[in-house]
C-alpha cells in the first residue's frame, strides 16, 4: 500500500493582522493556524511586575500593555500575548543565563506549576478583548545530572521558567493538563475565537 502525504496548511497573509511580538514561537502558533501577519512589532514596555500582583494579573497586564504599546493603523487587528510561569503566587524570571536556569529547574522538580497565557486582540475598532488561558505543568523530580543535561543543550535560555516544553523538556513533564501551545507562547483555541471575533476570516 502506498501512503500518500498530508496535505501541509500554507499559511495565507492575512493584511489587516499585526503581532506585537518578536517571539518566533508565537509566528510558529500563528503558521500552524494557517495565518501569517502582514506586520510584527516588538514592543517595548516595561515587563516588571508590581508589588504584591499575582500571576494572572500580571500576565494580562502584560499582553495588554504589548498590545497598546503598537501604533495601530486604519483598518489593522492588533494581536499581543504573554506567557507566565508561575509557582503558587510567585512569579518566575526568564532564564537570562545558566546559573538561573538551573536555579529554576531546580525549584520545578517534581512540583507542579502553572503557566498562564494571556491574549489580547485589539480590533478594528479599537476594542480590546482579552481571554487567558492557564496550564498546570508538572516535572519529574530532577536529577543534578538530568538538569545539567538540559542547562546544556542551550533551549531553555531566554525563557520563562528555564524550559521550552517544544524541546527537549517535553520528555522530563509527567503531566499537564490544560492548554499544550499556551505553555509554547500562545494558546491557539483563545486566539482563534478572538481574531473570529475582530472580524477576520479564518477557516
Do not use: N, W
Not at 17 to 42: H, K, Q
Not at 112 to 138: F, L, P, Q, W, Y
Not at 166 to 179: D, K, P, V, Y
Amino acid at each position: 500500500m502506498t501512503l500518500g502525504k498530508t496535505p501541509s496548511l500554507v499559511p495565507q497573509l492575512v493584511p489587516e493582522l499585526v503581532l506585537a511580538s518578536s517571539s518566533p514561537r508565537r509566528r510558529e502558533a500563528l503558521a500552524r493556524l494557517g495565518i501569517t501577519p502582514a506586520r510584527i512589532v516588538s514592543p517595548d514596555i516595561d515587563e516588571s511586575a508590581l508589588t504584591g500582583e499575582i500571576p494572572r494579573v500580571y500576565a494580562l497586564r502584560m499582553a495588554e500593555g504589548k498590545a497598546l504599546a503598537v501604533t495601530r493603523r486604519a483598518g489593522e487587528v492588533v494581536l499581543a500575548g504573554d506567557t507566565t510561569v508561575a509557582l503558587g503566587r510567585r512569579i518566575l524570571p526568564s532564564a537570562d543565563d545558566e546559573a538561573v536556569q538551573r536555579r529554576l529547574l531546580g525549584l520545578l522538580s517534581g512540583r507542579r506549576h502553572r503557566c498562564i497565557s494571556a491574549v489580547v486582540v485589539v480590533d478594528a475598532a479599537g476594542v480590546m478583548r482579552s481571554r487567558v488561558a492557564e496550564t498546570v505543568v508538572v516535572f519529574k523530580p530532577l536529577s543534578t545530572a538530568e538538569i545539567d543535561a538540559y542547562v546544556a543543550c542551550g533551549e531553555g535560555l531566554g525563557k520563562a521558567g528555564g524550559y521550552a516544553i517544544q524541546g527537549r523538556a517535553e520528555a522530563l513533564i509527567r503531566f499537564l493538563s490544560g492548554s499544550h501551545s499556551g505553555v509554547i507562547g500562545l494558546p491557539l483555541y483563545e486566539v482563534r475565537a478572538l481574531l473570529r471575533t475582530a472580524g477576520l476570516a479564518l477557516g
